[in-house]
């Protein structure tokens, strides 16, 4: 853990890209079609010009916290002396537009969009088949061999007899940062991919989970303590970030009982739903599922696949039937 960041992450210059103040939204959302996640757009005098006209990119404001968000990794230039140094170089030279910033923008003029926000995602083709998921009851390590490509996560599924696939859960990185990640990389390596997406129940956690202790060096111990002593941490379900919430673990219709159910919605569901969806969650993925099964996994949806519906020629779009009020009602629910 102690490996630098450049030593561990893949370079990738499509990823980031710098664009003049000047581009046109449409060609921005080309580029992030094509892959591009993050837009660094110079402040110029010419920027200052432009101003009202995407200042709701950025609800108004520069990227200030740059050193704090994920894409400081990015942009962080080698040949600074510092990264605090670097990040204030980025501050007072650029700002920051990201897929999320799109999608943000286009929720807030859908009447120029229209019949397509009102359109079930089904029906514009949005919803990505090719997905990455992992058997529960396989080794939840070997969701790290599955090299998912944009977004990167993993469902965790079970198989029914007539070969669909029941959603449980995901293993993500956005979900896996937030973890604490000696006991992630323990619960990795020992679980197996559906007891890590839902925890261990108490009543069975001295089987699945050894009652074993890890002495780590915390700095927030530094701090409390006023000193450097280690904690001993010992690795359960809450450690990894799960709380469980029911005591009948291996009972009822599955051995997995629901703990953080993942983001879905369902093939009917509208473009304009789902994106309201995602920012709401600040996620960048939604499973879908079955209209009339919830459990049940048809695919996914993403930044990517939106901005491909949204960019599509209007020949291509299928009208819509519901109604505004209709529309309005599923956003709300």
């Not at 110079?42 to 101003?51: D, L, N």
């Not at 529960?136 to 996560?153: F, M």
């Not at 304009?272 to 996914?300: C, F, I, K, Y």
């Amino acid at each position: 853990m102690k490996t630098q960041v450049s030593d561990v992450v893949v370079p990738n210059n499509t990823l980031l890209k710098i664009v003049d103040p000047g581009t046109r939204l449409i060609d921005a959302l080309e580029m992030m079609k094509q892959g591009v996640r993050r837009l660094l757009v110079p402040k110029s005098k010419v920027w200052k010009g432009m101003s009202k006209r995407f200042s709701i990119l950025y609800n108004g404001k520069w990227l200030k916290n740059i050193d704090n968000g994920s894409s400081n990794n990015l942009i962080a230039n080698a040949n600074r002396p510092s990264s605090s140094s670097a990040a204030a170089y980025m501050r007072d030279k650029f700002c920051c537009l990201s897929r999320e910033d799109m999608i943000r923008f286009l929720i807030g003029c859908l009447g120029a969009l229209a019949p397509l926000p009102l359109s079930s995602i089904s029906s514009l083709g949005v919803v990505n088949l090719n997905y990455s998921s992992i058997e529960a009851s396989l080794p939840a390590v070997e969701a790290t061999q599955k090299h998912p490509g944009d977004p990167t996560a993993v469902a965790v599924v079970e198989v029914t007899q007539d070969g669909r696939h029941k959603i449980l859960g995901e293993i993500s990185a956005s979900k896996l940062w937030k973890c604490d990640y000696l006991a992630a990389a323990w619960a990795l390596a020992n679980l197996s991919a559906g007891q890590f997406v839902m925890g261990a129940e108490d009543n069975v956690s001295s089987r699945l989970l050894p009652d074993i202790s890890v002495n780590s060096t915390v700095e927030d111990n530094k701090v409390a303590n006023g000193g450097g002593s280690a904690r001993a941490r010992k690795f359960s379900s809450r450690s990894i970030g799960f709380n469980p919430v029911s005591p009948s673990f291996g009972m009822g219709r599955t051995m997995y009982r629901g703990r953080s159910a993942p983001l879905t919605c369902k093939t009917s569901s509208s473009l304009a739903a789902v994106m309201a969806q995602m920012l709401s969650h600040r996620a960048n993925h939604v499973w879908v599922t079955e209209d009339d099964n919830d459990d049940v996994l048809v695919g996914m949806v993403s930044y990517a696949d939106i901005l491909v519906a949204v960019t599509k020629q209007p020949a291509a779009f299928i009208p819509s039937t519901r109604s505004i009020t209709e529309l309005a009602s599923e956003i709300q629910s």
